[in-house]
């Protein structure tokens, strides 16, 4: 059984501030997928990461995915509050159809 | 292009009573997923229908069930409900296997 660890749970900080999220697993995983969830509405996809090693950027949001496929982080640089929101990555494995396993989230409140 | 459509979007229901759930995948799409979202356990997978099958299934009990309709669209059941059945219940609907997962609103269930 593949596992998730996301941290951290809870983020509440200023506008301006930069921030990491990071998501720990002991499996590897096939790809590493980040996705933002908004109250009343469900994931939305960010990105998607396949190769160890990946960086992906998107605007100010950096993603990196760990050289063994095991581990992944999210970098948000100058919080808005728009990036007010609960994030969560996903992990996919070989062989299991669209199946993902869900970190626990991370709850971000970004504060004028 | 519609989204993924889910209905109802709540349900009350009491301990002991059956319901089933609804998702219209976007359109052209062939696999349908559903996950159970709880404060405390997170984003779970519940099981993936393609072309009308079951093509994987998560750790839960076998009150939950579904299936895929030739048109693609998917219902879930769960019976004899528990109080802790209580969650969001999303489904995802994506053409290719590993290709991105579209999420619908979900359907908020409550039991009491």
């Known amino acids: 059984t593949q596992l998730l660890e996301q941290s951290p749970q809870f983020l509440s900080i200023q506008e301006g501030e930069n921030l990491t999220v990071y998501c720990n697993s002991s499996s590897v995983f096939s790809s590493l997928q980040w996705y933002r969830q908004e109250p009343g509405e469900g994931p939305v996809l960010l990105v998607t990461?396949?190769?160890?090693?990946e960086v992906k950027k998107l605007k100010r949001l950096t993603f990196q995915f760990g050289d063994a496929r095991k581990d992944s982080s999210l970098h948000i640089t100058a919080a808005q509050p728009g990036d007010t929101g609960l994030y969560l990555c996903a992990g996919a494995v070989y062989n299991a159809g669209n199946m993902l396993t869900f970190g626990g989230g991370t709850r971000l409140m970004v504060k004028p | 292009k519609a989204g993924v459509t889910q209905t109802p979007r709540y349900l009350i229901k009491t301990r002991g009573q059956q319901v089933t759930l609804s998702c219209s995948p976007i359109s052209g799409h062939r696999s349908v997923s559903w996950y159970q979202q709880t404060p405390g356990q997170g984003l779970q997978f519940l099981f993936e229908y393609f072309s009308e099958t079951q093509r994987n299934k998560g750790n839960f009990p076998g009150r939950f069930s579904g299936r895929q309709f030739s048109n693609s669209r998917s219902e879930m059941n769960v019976s004899t409900l528990e109080l802790g059945d209580s969650a969001l219940y999303l489904c995802a609907s994506s053409f290719p296997v590993g290709d991105e997962q579209f999420f619908g609103p979900g359907t908020r269930l409550t039991v009491l």
């Open positions: 990461v396949v190769t160890g090693g």
